[in-house]
Every structure is written in C-alpha cells, then in structure tokens.
C-alpha cells in the first residue's frame, strides 16, 4: 500500500524565515513524488516534482529514498507564499494514481 | 499541460437526488480520475475512468453510488447518487500529463456540492 504523512496540519512562519514542509512517505516500488499547492478560492495546482529537479517559486524537495521522505523547503518565506501545500505519491510508469497527504496550511506572518 | 473545465463549480442539492458532474479536457488522455476533498480533509480518489472499459473503484466506493461514463478520451462524468449529507464535499477530476514533459497531473477547478 502506498501511503504520504504529512505531520503538520499547520506551519506557521514570519515573513523572511526559512520553511520546512515536511512529508514521508511508504512504497513498496520505485515513487513519483510531488508536491502540489492550493492558494486561496484557486484549483490545486502542482508546484513541482522530484524528477525534474527544479526549483518553483523559490521551493526545493530533494526525495531522500533513505529517509523515504520528500520535505519541502524555501530558505525566505514570502507573504504569497501563504496557502495549503499537499504531498502525493504515485509510482513510476504511469498509468498509477496519485496518493495524497493530509496537507499542511502554511501561514506566513507579516 | 492539459486544461480541465469541470461543471458545475458549485450546487445544493435536496437529500435523495443525484448530481452529475461533467470534465472536459482540452486534448486526448487515457485515463481520467475523480477525487473527493471532504472538508477539512485530503484528496481521497474515488475511480479511475478509461475510455471503452469501466471504471476502477477504490476500496469504499462503489458503482452504484458513483456512476461514472467515459464516453470518449476528452470527457467524462462522475454522477452521486441518491446522495445524504455525508455526501457534501468537493469533487475534482484529474487528468495524467505528459510525464516527460514534467507536467504531473492536472485537476480541475472542483466541484463544491452540498447536500441539504
């Protein structure tokens, strides 16, 4: 069974600190991760996956396969950054569904 | 990446009738999903869709309750069922993107359905 624990329901930041999201996850084969984000009154949408290795908005998420973990982190919190961040998981070659945590509201503080 | 439009984006409905819910993408996809976000609470996906062959449940749902109709690779309909309170929640669609392209997937903006 594939499984994404998000421990935090809430982070709450100040403007221009360092952010942490955190997520393991359980599977048996080899897993997509990803994270996605719901700003207010807007359709969730994916902020940015382990594959491609990018940096979104100022975020990263190195998959530690050790760890079987997928944090999410931006060095300076910015007011915008304020929203609902979800995990996910699916496994590799497509055609899999996607596994979702139980989300952590992010709050950035003036 | 693909664009979704679901509809309706919100509706309250009498306890006992049912809903359907429609998802047009914007190009070709095999396999369409539907999730329910009940409130406060996770994405919880309810089905797999694929054009041609019926749909895939997850542990909990059944067809009779979800009816789900895949009429063609751009379209889709998820309809709940002689629905109770419970029932209230935010219903989305999702669609598979071009994995080499780095798109992930894609949802829809969400059915917000309330059952009185």
């Known amino acids: 069974a594939q499984r994404v624990t998000q421990p935090e329901k809430l982070l709450s930041v100040f403007k221009g600190a360092p952010v942490e999201l955190k997520c393991n996850y359980s599977y048996s084969g080899s897993p997509e991760l990803f994270w996605y984000v719901q700003y207010s009154r807007q359709r969730l949408q994916l902020l940015l996956r382990?594959?491609s290795r990018e940096s979104i908005k100022g975020f990263t998420a190195d998959l530690n396969k050790g760890e079987t973990s997928f944090h999410l982190k931006k060095p300076f919190a910015q007011e915008e950054d304020s929203a609902m961040y979800y995990c996910?998981?699916?496994?590799?070659?497509?055609?899999?569904?996607?596994?979702f945590g139980t989300g952590t509201q992010l709050k950035v503080e003036l | 990446s693909a664009v979704i439009s679901q509809k309706p984006s919100r509706d309250i409905c009498q306890r006992g009738t049912s809903l359907t819910i429609q998802c047009q993408v914007d190009s070709q996809v095999t396999m369409m999903f539907w999730y329910r976000q009940q409130p406060g609470q996770s994405l919880t996906l309810i089905a797999t869709?694929?054009?041609?062959?019926?749909?895939?449940?997850e542990s909990g749902f059944v067809i009779d309750k979800f009816p789900i109709s895949r009429p063609n690779l751009t379209f889709s309909t998820l309809t709940v069922s002689n629905m109770s309170p419970e029932d209230s929640s935010i219903y989305l669609c999702?669609?598979?993107?071009?994995?080499?392209?780095?798109?992930?997937?894609?949802f829809g903006s969400g059915t917000r359905l309330t059952v009185v």
């Open positions: 999702s669609v598979e993107g071009d994995r080499e392209g780095g798109y992930g997937y894609t």
């Open positions: 382990h594959i």
């Open positions: 996910a998981l699916t496994g590799t070659g497509g055609g899999n569904k996607l596994t």
């Open positions: 869709a694929n054009q041609g062959s019926e749909a895939t449940y």
